[in-house]
């Protein structure tokens, strides 16, 4: 690791003026007065619409398109086809399985068939309708066991494991010793339904060839870096001569990590055309685009000895792909990768297979891969402690990992907080004396989690930065920033405000930020594993330190004092001996521009090397790691079913919380997406192909009325090798909740949810098999009012 | 058809269908409403016609005739031309406790905070829940909008003794 990725967690100027501050963000003005633009709001001179024909077919070859009476409509401009947009691609270079547009067959419905570039959307529609394509159909897979079972006919003929995705299977220690020689083992069967990101925004993109043939990009996607690379493998056109920028972004979770159709097909309409193309996904065709969270059905065994320390864990688990790989690579690695903290095991053994079925294909949602199996293996832990009679904070405390340690798959911790956070929502939501005392019907439930601050394998393997900024500083004493990270919302671009303005000293509105336009930015790798403040923070604090020395002796020249005199305070330069003498930082700029020539710096970041030695060792690894503790109270209507959230303590060890305002947005909003997947999202697919409820109506998202109080708690363990020691905020959080609610039901009503969502049916079902069992064993007790 | 949007009166020339979010949207080049779902689930479309809450995709441009419709452009404007400095307060408000993350469904959502606080100046939590419920916010999970409006009636009480 290069000393340019380490800089220590102490304020640059004796003590911090902005990093810990609520300032406001760089762009919520811009937002909060409709100026800021997203890509629908990109008009362009001439721009045509562009629409998508989608498949009807769950799973079948493609014998014919006839698309001659769209072409000859009036308006119409151009329609394409899968043959014009033959070459595969995929996010992962290992497993590059899909096209712009169905080449030969359909692998789920909504898969995009042909599109057509119009005058106006009016008229691109009335062109899709009038495409005709004909079908044979295929079997299809809805079922992932059939998928794991049978290959023929296969979902992706060149795949050589038939319908299997991938299958990893990795195992740590003597686990089958040490679960025989457990006091206790619990056994049990978990199953995670498939839910979706569902960002307010649809899918959007602007495509514009110019005629000097550099093709501008404008699209909603997290992840400029790769669309860029993408658009270049696919379309054949050198990468230097395309140009992808990321408007300000309306929401995405990890649903706009993909490279999608409508850049592709954007990109060549407007090539075939000479005129700049708009598509924007109906919302309907963003639940058909999906990639959201992968339904995984697990099998757990967990044994521990009497104290309630862990000896082993065993999973086995299946992955519910859908029709493409996307990531799903990394989610069956991350499925078992990612569960060995926050607690210390001796064992582990996991066994996990993606398989590929005909649904829109799943990919990476907040907490990818991991909140799945941090579910099952939360609520086993509170069983454990039932069998053992410990208290379920209590069995969570004998195991903790600590800080500076090493998990049983080899992944290095640093910084660890939570031990504070089991302590505060131990503390805020009256555990101790509220625990099984609030009656029958209510509860308190409790869970942890940890999770990564990026990872050290960048998803195409090479050698370069994984973040990079520039800085361009001048005599109108501003500085801007030149960032490629994708700001989704979370705030990135106001994080790198603060860090540049608390490193140089000067006030924040003296730094502006430019981000995620290739043309313009250094390549950052984007929005997602939560790797922007840890990573892109460590950039923008390499790049500081190197200009910062130019400025402090332009002064300290002027003034003909020692360097160390001379200190940058909030946009002003004071000499720490003489209180008198000050001058105005963007002075300070001019004499430093004076002296040096013109201002700038890059700056980088690498992670360091990291991970077990083994084959996927390093599918997990990250510098740092955050950790969260959930308490939450419920309610449970026996008669209806119905669970209600009431409260949700969230602690979180974010390391240092460069705007605690921002931090505890990202842990409600992480909080409020788990109790949602907890209690009303289900994204599903009806065995013929189509998905159960394509609209913000059916796919129940929460209103304000549904959404529970949430007690935001932060925890600093401030982590070495962080910006300042920060570390992640926007995922970690995420994953207690959805375990902690079936603890908490557990609590009110003893009955052991252990299958999502948790709908009244479920919750109903689960009461009348607690109370006929009850009847066969006590029959005088199962007469009473329980 | 002739439509008065923040105080401006226009003359627009759009196919019979179109909604009132479309004639924003791609004739006046008001983009600050947006289209999140174009069938009235989401709220992001959200404007003041004559002060109420209106979900723009749902309502035909020509119904907006003779009424005034206000979007998220003409909060500052109209805060401005009545004495004030800054934004309006309820988007200050909104910026200052964070509620903005990605944005996207905020300008619906401040419109419908606008609309309560004409309203009932100083709304209850539980009030504020309630008015905003046709306003679907995925990044936030509500908090800090609802501080957001509660700060913004705090600061319009102090601001009106």
Known sequence: MAARDIHGIEPPWGEFRHVGRRSRKVDGLAKATGAAVYTDDIVLPGMLHAKLLRSTQAHARISGIDAERARQLPGVLGVITGEDLPVKYGILPWTQDETALAVGKVRHVGEPVAAVAAIDEDTANAAVKLIRVE??????????????SRHDPSIHEDHKTGNISKHVHLSFGEVDAALSGADAVVEGDYFFHGTTHAPIEPHCAVARYGADGVLTVWSSTQITHYVHRTLAHVLGIPAHRIRVIQPCLGGAFGGKSDPFSLEFVTAKLSMLTGRPVKLLYTREEVFYTHRGRHPMHMRYRTGAARDGRLAAVDAKIVIDGGAYSSFGLVTTYYAGQLLTGPYDFPAYRFDSTRVFTNKPACGPKRGHGSVQPRFAFEVQLDELAEKLKLDPIEIRRRNLIGARATTVNGQRITSNGVAKCLDFVEKESGWTSRRGRLGYGRGLGVAASMYISGTNYPIYPNPMPQAAVQLKIDRSGLVTVFSGANDIGQGSNSVAQYLVAEELGLALDQVRVVSADTDLCPVDLGAYSSRETFMVGNALIDACRKIRPQLVQAVAAKWQVDAARVRFVDGVVMDLQDASRTMKAAEAICLAEEKFDTLGATGAYNTPTLGGDYRGGTIGASPAYSFTAHAVEVSVDVETGRITCHNVWIAHDCGRALNPMLVAGQMEGSAYMGVAEALMENHDVHPSGLHKGPSLLDYRIPTSLDTPAFHSLI???????????????????????????SNAVFDAVGIRLRRLPFTPGRVLEALRARESAAAKSEPALAAGTR | MQLTVNGDVHEVDAPDHWTLLEVLRYRLGLTGSKQGCDKGDCGACTVLVDGEPMISCLMLAREAEGRAVTTIEGLMPAHLA??????????????????????????????????????????????????????????????????????????ASKETP
């Open chain 1, 135 to 148: 079908y044979e159909p295929l079997h299809a897979y809805i079922d992932p066991f059939e998928s794991l």
């Open chain 1, 715 to 741: 925890v600093e363990s401030l982590d070495p090798e962080g910006p300042y020691g920060a570390k992640e905020a926007g995922e970690g959080p995420l994953h207690p909740s959805i375990p902690a609610i």
């Open chain 2, 82 to 155: 009545a004495g004030g400095s800054g934004a309006d307060p309820v988007q200050e408000a909104f910026d200052r406790t964070g509620a903005l993350q990605c944005g996207f469904c905020q300008s619906g959502t401040m419109l419908s905070a606008r609309a309560l606080l004409h309203a009932n100046p100083n709304p209850t939590e539980a009030e504020v829940r309630s008015a905003l419920a046709g306003n679907l916010c995925r990044c936030t999970g509500y908090t800090q909008i609802l501080q957001a409006v509660l700060l913004a009636a705090a600061v």
